[in-house]
């Protein structure tokens, strides 16, 4: 039996929603208020393989993979 893994990791931020907590009077003061970031690239995705006789080793990749280049790793 094999079982395999993927994980992104973000450089910046996460691609999910951020949540501010505050008071209804507070609502409009800077430090409530999130920046948004245009363009965030930095991102890698990692995979992995384990099975009861072995792990291997982890896989970095970069950019995205079609089904052929999957079959490869």
Request: zero cysteines; aromatic letters at 10%.
């Amino acid at each position: 039996m094999i079982f395999s893994d993927e994980s992104k990791i973000n450089l910046i931020n996460s691609d999910g929603a951020r949540y501010v907590r505050y008071l209804p009077i507070n609502k409009h003061e800077t430090l409530n208020i999130l920046p948004t970031v245009k363009h965030s690239e930095g991102s890698v995705m990692i995979w992995g393989v384990i099975s009861y006789y072995s792990v291997l080793d982890l896989v970095f990749i970069e950019d995205k993979i079609t089904d052929e280049q999957y079959k490869t790793i």
